[in-house]
């Protein structure tokens, strides 16, 4: 089975902190992406990354940075948290492009 | 239009009926075709995938796939209460020389007991 493992469920933090989420996935998977969730919005993309060391923009990167310095991982980075990045934050992975993407169990961030 | 929109519903059903939910998709070039199913407060996790038109069948889950009309439905027979969930479709697309997996927002679904 495919598992994909995200550090924190839930996290809580404060205004102008540093955040950073981990994930990791066992599969050795090229692609890794990063998700926002929220309620009527649905599933929006932040990042992705086809490659070690390579990363794209999704839909809405800003405020956000990540970093994928070895296959398995790939880390979402909030430089400055803000109140409007809580939110609940879904990492996937896909063994190639464009096909299923299997899902870690989600970071539910609180920003105050 | 949007990407992919599905009916934010609830939709709600007895137990024992046929849950049917639908999706459709703007671009024509789309190839590929997912159901997720998201309990409240979990992660997606895929139920079917279909890539070609026609039907789909896995247990009670029949997905199924109109290319020519631009929509994906899924079909659940003898809903059962543990079936109530967002169902998710998801689309993929071409995008310059990158697939892009794109989400309908989900469809609430409620089986009543």
């Known amino acids: 089975d495919v598992k994909v493992t995200q550090s924190s469920r839930y996290l809580v933090k404060r205004t102008g902190e540093k955040v950073f989420l981990e994930c990791v996935q066992d599969?050795?998977?090229?692609?890794m992406f990063w998700y926002r969730q929220d309620p009527g919005l649905g599933l929006r993309l932040i990042y992705f990354?086809?490659?070690?060391?390579?990363?794209e923009k999704g839909d809405i990167p800003e405020g956000y940075s990540v970093s994928r310095e070895k296959k398995e991982r790939f880390s979402l980075i909030l430089e400055s948290a803000s109140t409007n990045q809580t939110s609940m934050y879904l990492c996937a992975s896909s063994e190639v492009s464009g096909n299923i993407q299997y899902f870690g169990a989600g970071t539910r961030l609180s920003v105050l | 239009q949007k990407e992919v929109e599905q009916n934010s519903g609830p939709l709600s059903v007895p137990e024992g009926a046929i849950a049917s939910l639908n999706c459709t998709y703007s671009?024509?070039?789309?190839?590929?075709f997912f159901w997720y199913r998201q309990y409240s407060g979990k992660s997606p996790e895929l139920i079917m995938s279909?890539?070609?038109?026609g039907d789909k069948e896995d247990g009670r889950f029949t997905a199924q796939l109109n290319k020519a009309s631009q929509y994906v439905s899924l079909l659940i027979r003898d809903s059962q209460p543990s079936d109530s969930a967002t169902y998710l479709c998801?689309?993929?697309?071409?995008?310059?020389?990158?697939?892009?997996?794109?989400f309908g927002k989900g469809t609430l679904l409620t089986v009543n007991p």
């Open positions: 998801a689309v993929v697309r071409l995008i310059g020389s990158n697939y892009k997996l794109t």
């Open positions: 599969m050795d998977h090229e692609n």
């Open positions: 671009d024509r070039g789309s190839q590929s």
């Open positions: 990354s086809y490659d070690v060391k390579m990363k």
């Open positions: 279909i890539y070609s038109n």
